[in-house]
T-cell receptor, first 115, second 116 residues
Framework: DQQVKQNSPSLSVQEGRISILNCDYT??????FLWYKKYPAEGPTFLIS?????DKNEDGRFTVFLNKSAKHLSLHIVPSQPGDSAVYFC??????????????FGRGTQLTVWP | DTEVTQTPKHLVMGMTNKKSLKCEQH?????MYWYKQKAKKPPELMFV???????INESVPSRFSPECPNSSLLNLHLHALQPEDSALYLC???????????????FGNGTRLTVT
């Protein structure tokens, strides 16, 4: 059962425009949400995170928004650059229950930024 | 450059072979992880070590045997693997194995394993 869902397998955006990557989750116990970026032949690289007590976190060109009532988060990249082309994974975790240390990943969205 | 180092980068092994994957980090992290990733799929958790003790085993077959000799090293011993075990094996570390207070996982670049 996929607890973290990224329903768009791919997204294509022109350089300079905004990229919006979406993620939905089903488990209301998730406390912590993260975005990872992955280039081919490399491991995932941490990008940005947000705690469930916040609704927005910003780091340079990257902003993550969290809507707990809708169980939805999104990653905004402004402006998009060709070097942002990669697979983006949404992930979530919780300290509660027996899931300590476990990250739940979505299937990823391939972002392509074209000149 | 990643701060989590995995060796080897590529490994081809037969079904009767015994091999080991190695992972090293020097960030002082006390939680280390093994993930498996197949093409076009998300990483799947295999094992979690917290303070050098195995805290999570995601019902991984016994042909995969993890070992954490110290807080900086994590090994994955492989024996009698099947072709379907071919995948990218990712090691990761974090300050602690907690969600809210933890720093995020730092991944290595993985070992691309092919079982023939």
């Amino acid at each position: 059962d996929q607890q973290v869902k990224q329903n768009s397998p791919s997204l294509s955006v022109q350089e300079g425009r905004i990229s919006i990557l979406n993620c939905d989750y089903t488990n209301s116990m998730f406390d912590y949400f993260l975005w990872y970026k992955k280039y081919p032949a490399e491991g995932p690289t941490f990008l940005i995170s947000i705690s469930s007590i916040k609704d927005k976190n910003e780091d340079g060109r990257f902003t993550v928004f969290l809507n707990k009532s809708a169980k939805h988060l999104s990653l905004h990249i402004v402006p998009s650059q060709p070097g942002d082309s990669a697979v983006y994974f949404c992930a979530a975790s919780t300290d509660r229950g027996s899931t300590l240390g476990r990250l739940y990943f979505g299937r990823g969205t391939q972002l392509t930024v074209w000149p | 450059d990643t701060e989590v180092t995995q060796t080897p980068k590529h490994l081809v092994m037969g079904m009767t072979n015994k091999k080991s994957l190695k992972c090293e980090q020097h960030m002082g992290h006390r939680a280390m992880y093994w993930y498996k990733q197949k093409a076009k799929k998300p990483p799947e958790l295999m094992f979690v070590y917290s303070y050098e003790k195995l805290s999570i085993n995601e019902s991984v077959p016994s042909r995969f045997s993890p070992e954490c000799p110290n807080s900086s090293l994590l090994n994955l011993h492989l024996h009698a693997l099947q072709p379907e075990d071919s995948a990218l094996y990712l090691c990761a570390s974090s300050q602690v194995a907690m969600a809210v207070t933890a720093t995020p996982l730092h991944f290595g670049n993985g070992t691309r394993l092919t079982v023939t």
